[in-house]
C-alpha cells in the first residue's frame, strides 16, 4: 500500500528551526535500510548538503549575538538618557536640598556631552567607561548621585556596558570563523532535495508494496506532524494577539 508523507511548508520555519528540522529527518532515515527501500540515492543528496544546513545554525547564533548587543544597547541608551532626564527633572523641583547636587550633576555631565547615546558601539562603550571612571574618582559626583537617587541608575549602567564589551568582543572573535552563506539558496536546495526524497518514498512504496514503508512513514508523519501543528499554532497566536512579532514569532522547540 501506497504510503504518504505529511509535508510541511519549511519556508515557514526560522533558521534557528531549520537545520533541526532537517537534523532529526536525516536521524530518522538514518534508522533503515535505505538500499533496500530503493532510496539510498535520494537520502544521499539530502545528506550531502547537511554540511551547508549546519552552517545555517552557526550563522544564526552569530545573528542570535549581534540581537542581544543591540539590546545591550538600547538598553545602555536608556539608562544614560533617563540620568539625563532626571537631573534636569531634579533642577525643576522646590526642594532646597536639591540644587548643589544639581549644579555638580550638569557639570559632570557637561563635560561628557549628551551624545553617548548616539555614538557608535565602540565610541558609546568608550564613552561610558569615561562616564563611570570619572564617576568613580569624584566623591562630589558619588554624593550627588546618591541625593538624586541615581545610583541604581549607575550600578545598572556599570552591569549593562561591562555586558555589552564582553558581548561585542565574543561576537567579533566568532565572527572571525564564522562563514557568511546564502542562506536562502542553500534553504531552497534542500528543499528540493527533501522534496525529491519524499516523492521517491511514496513513489517506491507503490511499487514495492511487498516491502515495509509503513513503519518509517509513521516515524517520518510523527515528525513531521508536529511541526504543521506548531506552525498552525503560531499562525493562530499572530492572528489573535498583535503583541506577537512578525519579524520573531516564537520558536518551536524539540520535545
Not at 1 to 6: G, L
Not at 22 to 36: E, G, N, P, T
Not at 117 to 127: G, H, M, Q, V
Not at 214 to 237: F, W
Request: glycine fraction near 2%.
Amino acid at each position: 500500500m501506497k504510503s504518504k508523507i505529511k509535508r510541511v511548508r519549511s519556508v515557514r520555519l526560522l533558521n534557528s528551526e531549520y537545520p533541526l528540522f532537517v537534523s532529526q529527518l536525516v536521524a530518522i532515515f538514518q534508522k533503515y535500510d535505505l538500499a533496500l527501500l530503493h532510496l539510498k540515492k535520494a537520502f544521499e543528496k539530502l545528506l550531502a548538503l547537511w554540511p551547508m544546513v549546519a552552517k545555517i545554525k552557526e550563522l544564526d547564533l552569530s545573528n542570535a549575538l549581534s540581537n542581544l548587543l543591540q539590546e545591550l544597547d538600547a538598553e545602555r541608551d536608556t539608562l544614560i538618557n533617563a540620568i539625563f532626564a532626571n537631573v534636569k527633572t531634579a533642577g525643576k523641583l522646590s526642594l532646597a536640598s536639591l540644587p548643589p547636587h544639581v549644579a555638580v550633576m550638569k557639570r559632570f555631565l557637561k563635560t561628557l556631552g549628551s551624545d553617548i547615546s548616539k555614538a557608535n558601539y565602540r565610541s558609546s562603550t568608550k564613552l561610558t567607561n569615561d562616564l563611570l571612571t570619572d564617576y568613580d574618582a569624584k566623591p562630589d559626583v558619588q554624593t550627588a548621585v546618591e541625593a538624586l537617587n541615581l545610583k541604581f541608575y549607575f550600578d545598572h549602567l556599570r552591569t549593562v556596558n561591562n555586558r555589552f564589551a564582553e558581548l561585542y568582543l565574543q561576537r567579533n572573535e566568532d565572527d572571525a570563523f564564522v562563514e557568511k552563506v546564502d542562506t536562502r539558496a542553500i534553504r531552497i536546495d534542500t528543499d528540493k532535495a527533501l522534496t525529491d526524497l519524499f516523492d521517491a518514498f511514496e513513489f517506491c512504496s507503490g511499487e514495492y508494496e511487498e516491502l515495509d514503508y509503513q513503519t518509517l512513514a509513521k516515524e517520518l508523519n510523527e515528525l513531521t506532524g508536529k511541526y504543521k501543528s506548531d506552525l498552525k499554532a503560531r499562525t493562530t497566536r499572530k492572528k489573535e494577539s498583535k503583541n506577537v512579532s512578525m519579524e520573531a514569532p516564537t520558536a518551536i522547540l524539540p520535545k
